[in-house]
């Protein structure tokens, strides 16, 4: 390893097809997997996402790519690979294994430890700066004992955060979670040996700001993070949603929801090019991940991509549930870093 990394994503790739031709398998990452049924990959820190995909509408994959050979390693239950300036790791944590008490759920402890395994295996390998992370849990909206699964994950995920001296609010990484049909707690993360400089959207209550209507504990992410510690500048953007101050817009109109999600969006990208004056994110050259609650709002949806931002970005859709039970789609993306593959 030498140098300073330089990020690539292929994107959307066929989950069964080999690496395009002269791709070294040594510069991958990982990859994240989508598909009602997809299996772990066989070489590479593997993210699935176990739910039905929508456009491309067979099972596929986002490889992500360094432009130099890695290191790979396992520390705990997390499998990861890193050059000198990023790392990329996984973990699976299957919720049975734990039992639920009188004061904390199975979910809660799950989330806990696989939030503390992470933070573990970035302390083993250097890489403090967590910049990115995506959660994939099992019926999110599905209320157990009185609580959401969502905020008995949100509690679990701050507790690790508090119990490893990580910062609650200001500089956390961007983040999604979404609920999947069936599977293990999934988590794949981005991080970085320096600091990363979180975004924030003015148009919107920062998440670990929300009230204790949506829960005992905040949610623990920021809209965006931008990591200037490698060749160029990469942004994130976090699941983006119809929500402007802390409340959800446009109930049950979905064609509004994607409008409002796409101006949010506008609204961070100028943010994030204002924060880091190097960083100059143009819209056409993000990609895009959306997710679709319901499948018959798919078109509605895609129309409303399309005349907003037309046809240049990137966009692929799976099915899953957000959050919020009265948010219809969310939209996330990443940008400043190559994107190579069938445009959607």
Same mark, same amino acid.
């Given at each position: ?5 330089? +990020? ?14 002269? !791709?070294?398998?040594?510069?991958? #990452? ?31 994959? *986002?490889?992500?790519?360094? =432009? $130099? ?44 430890? *696989? ?8 302390? $083993? *390998?250097? #890489? ?24 008995? #994950?949100? !509690?679990?995920?701050? =507790? ?38 979180? %975004? ?8 670990? $700001? ?10 623990? #992410? ?25 409340? @959800? ?17 506008? @609204?961070?990208?100028?943010? *994030? ?20 609650? =319901? ?26 549930? %957000?959050?919020?039970?009265? +948010?219809?789609?969310? !939209?996330?993306?990443?940008?400043? $870093? ?7």
């Amino acid at each position: 390893m030498s140098g300073g990394s330089k +990020l690539q994503l292929l994107s959307p790739l066929d989950v069964d097809a080999p690496l395009p031709p002269g !791709i070294d398998p040594a510069r991958v #990452f990982g990859e994240i997997r989508f598909g009602e049924d997809c299996a772990d990959g066989d070489a590479f820190p593997c993210l699935r996402v176990c739910s039905p995909t929508l456009v491309p509408a067979n099972p596929w994959r *986002a490889v992500w790519l360094s =432009d $130099h050979a890695l290191a790979a390693g396992r520390h705990g239950q997390v499998a990861y690979r890193h050059d000198d300036e990023l790392m990329y790791g996984v973990i699976s944590v299957d919720e049975s294994t734990f039992v639920d008490t009188p004061s904390t759920s199975a979910l809660q402890q799950a989330a806990e430890f *696989a939030y503390r395994e992470v933070f573990a295996a970035l302390a $083993h *390998a250097g #890489f403090p700066g967590l910049l990115r992370v995506w959660n994939y849990l099992p019926r999110i909206n599905e209320i157990e004992n009185g609580v959401e699964r969502y905020r008995k #994950f949100n !509690i679990g995920r701050q =507790d690790a955060f508090a119990a490893c001296g990580r910062a609650l609010t200001g500089r956390v990484p961007a983040a999604s979670a979404l609920g999947v049909r069936h599977g293990a707690l999934e988590i794949g993360f981005f991080a970085v040996r320096r600091a990363l400089l979180a %975004v924030e959207n003015p148009r919107q209550v920062s998440a670990y $700001h929300y009230p204790e209507t949506y829960g005992p504990r905040s949610p623990t #992410f920021s809209r965006a993070a931008v990591s200037s510690s490698m060749v160029q500048d990469v942004l994130f953007i976090s699941g983006t949603a119809s929500i402007v101050g802390h409340q @959800t817009l446009h109930h049950g109109d979905v064609a509004a929801q994607t409008r409002e999600t796409l101006v949010n969006i506008d @609204t961070v990208l100028a943010e *994030a090019a204002r924060v880091a004056p190097l960083l100059s994110p143009a819209r056409e050259d993000l990609a895009c991940l959306g997710y679709v609650r =319901d499948p018959a709002d798919l078109e509605t949806i895609r129309a409303e991509v399309r005349r907003v931002i037309g046809d240049e970005t990137q966009v692929c859709y799976v099915q899953a549930d %957000v959050c919020r039970t009265d +948010l219809l789609v969310e !939209i996330e993306a990443s940008g400043g $870093h190559p994107t190579q593959g069938a445009r959607s």
